[in-house]
């Protein structure tokens, strides 16, 4: 791996360097100020302070996409993002995401648990986890702020946050239509289009996209296509400006998911199969699967709405976001992968939620600049899980029947304040105090006579129904220093700390010990950073170096039971503490005319401190799941300018992630199995006056296949599931404006 890794680096390395020369040589004096425009970097504004900002301005960690780099990268839904984010990883094993930045995420595949990483839409928090796999269309960019946000954001984030912004309507009316074909017949068409009422006053943007592919795996089962793709969504805008002082944006948004559940494959233990004998197939093929279960699905339906205004008054600005969000889910899997009946569960969650933030915040001349506000959230959540466990086992089948119910309310108050000390030197001190109230409830039951188990009518309540309520609260912020050195280059140094409520295990199935209640966890983080731009605007380099101290850690723990009766411990706990620490860079550059060239590199040493689980034993120096010693992505790309007429772009695209471990024990048996690397490519054509463009694209060229997730279910199934990433793929695209 590490000469692997080394001789990537190395020709990174190069492909970044060795255009300077040419281009410092092809400087002289001679040339204009126009002649160099061309060449420089375009600003980037982010809102990771809740006040826009240019992106080296801010002195926070923080990665962005604007609707460019977006499409140059063709990223689909939310979770497309983590390959070219330096120490972001996602997966999604169960249907839901377990979202990871340096290292600190949720490893739960139950929909049950909050994240310590918080994912917002238009700066609506999306608190449900099925509400977070959300289509990428029409984005005005994406934001993803890394370390503990404990001050300005919604619910505390131990871990970050994810920002979508959609595009919003403006004054002119004009629009897009995107269409594209591709292997596994995928199909896919995306539209949005701005409608303005009355001028300078009243408009609204459309935005919808439909995508659908028929799997890029084969079922030996019945010889079809598996792991298909069928997504929907749509979203308007209304922005309503009564005067040059108030903005009134109304949002309102759908979604609908009716694609399959991501069937993987299974690795025998017991002489190369699972306790019912059965053997893959195709065991070093992952195009091949080999499930019953026909009718496994990924159904999700998902709306909201909300409402933003936002009020000047001289330096003042007042801002309220009212909104509600509803997600219903309904996931069946075959988890064993085979053409048994041994482990097939679906999941289902059905939750809604409303949320209120009013902030004011003050910029005026002076030195001192700051901001302020409440935060309100109700969520009401239930989960239940169901299936035959054991359904081919004569005798032994558990027809199992849990449900969950979990009620929260959130209250914040906030507040920050930038004071420049002198011209270069500026301090920044946030507080934030929160309380949660949380209500629970959980029963499990073998509900006999469902999924044909017998005997007929019998009930056998495995943990009765049990209720618990608690409340917790804490104070959370950050201090940081801001040096310029000039208009282009600062450096900073930050302490955060960051605060995730405590909670329930509502995953528990089998024990009745296992639904407990665990304490908050809070992360101390210490940073320091370094932004600038140099060669007249040609090339930005952003980097950071942090520590993490943990205490109380959450930690979600799978394992094996000690009989059928038993088969499955699920265990949410805490852990002594954490440390993690590493490095991000991120490095962009536009060399020569027409050329952009960007590379992110992550390091993270993350691991498990003083820590004896109750069911794991002594976990003490093994590594965080989700958390890849090494992660690089590289991309390039020329404009080729056709007879000063066309332009023609090739662009390639690199990507490296080490090692990962998917649980608390660091078993190579549940872990990637090693690194992989993909490359990507894309080619595009398009008038110089840009009205239209089509492009052929690849992704993961040479068919890669690498593990993105597995779980432990040797003991009492005898078998490991295991999953991986998307197959190579190819497609075409025509995008029109108008």
Known sequence: MRHTLTASAAIIACAMTAPYSVAIAQDSPGKTEDDNTARRLPSVSVTARKT??????????????????????GFTDSLAIDDQVPNLEIKTYGGNPNIFIRGVGNNDFNGTTVSPVSIYSDDVVQGLTGGQLMQMFDLERVEVLRGPQGTLFGRNTTGGAIIFYSRKPGDVQEGYVRMGIGSYNRTELE?????????????????????????????????????????????????????????????????????????????????????LGYVDPAPNDAKYINVNRTDNRHYADTWGTNIAVNW?????????????EDVETDYLGDIDQSPNSLDELRFQQDGDQISQELNLSYNGSGNLSWIGGLFYLKEDFHYRTSGPLFGDVPGAALPLDAQSQRDTETYALFGEATYRLTEAFSVTAGLR???????????????????????????????PETRKSNDWDAWSGRVLAKYEFDANSMVYASISRGFRSGGYNLGAFFDPNEFTTVDPEFLTSYEIGLKTTILDDRLRANMSVFMYDYTDLQVFTFTQGSSTANPIVIALENAADAEVSGFEGEFTAVPIDGMNLSLGIGYLDATYENYISDISGDLSGNSLPGAPEWNINFSGQQDFRIANKWILTPRLEYVFVDQRYFDSNQSEAISSGGSHELVNARLSFAPEAGAWEIALWAKNIGDKQYVVDAADLTATFGFIPTYYGPRESWGLEARIEF
């Open 191 to 275: 539209a949005a289009g701005t409608i303005v009422a009355i001028e300078n006053k009243l408009a609204t943007r459309v935005a919808g996209k439909i995508m659908s592919d028929d799997g890029d795996r084969r079922n030996l089962f019945n010889g079809e296509r598996a792991n298909a793709t069928d997504l929907a969504a749509l979203r308007a805008i209304t922005r309503y400006l009564p005067n040059d002082d108030v903005e009134i944006l109304w949002n309102l948004h759908y979604g609908r998911d009716r694609s399959d559940y991501q069937q993987g494959k299974p690795v025998g233990v017991i002489n190369g199969g699972n306790v």
């Open 312 to 324: 000047d008054f001289g330096d003042y600005t007042l801002k309220s976001v009212t909104a509600y």
């Open 433 to 463: 105090y929160t309380m949660e109230e949380k209500d629970a409830v959980l029963d499990s039951l073998l509900t006999y006579g469902a999924f044909g188990t017998q005997p007929d009518g019998l009930t056998v309540p495995i943990i």
């Open 52 to 73: 826009s900002e240019n992106i080296q301005d801010v002195p926070i960690s923080v990665s962005a996409f604007d609707a460019e780099a977006i499409a140059d990268y």
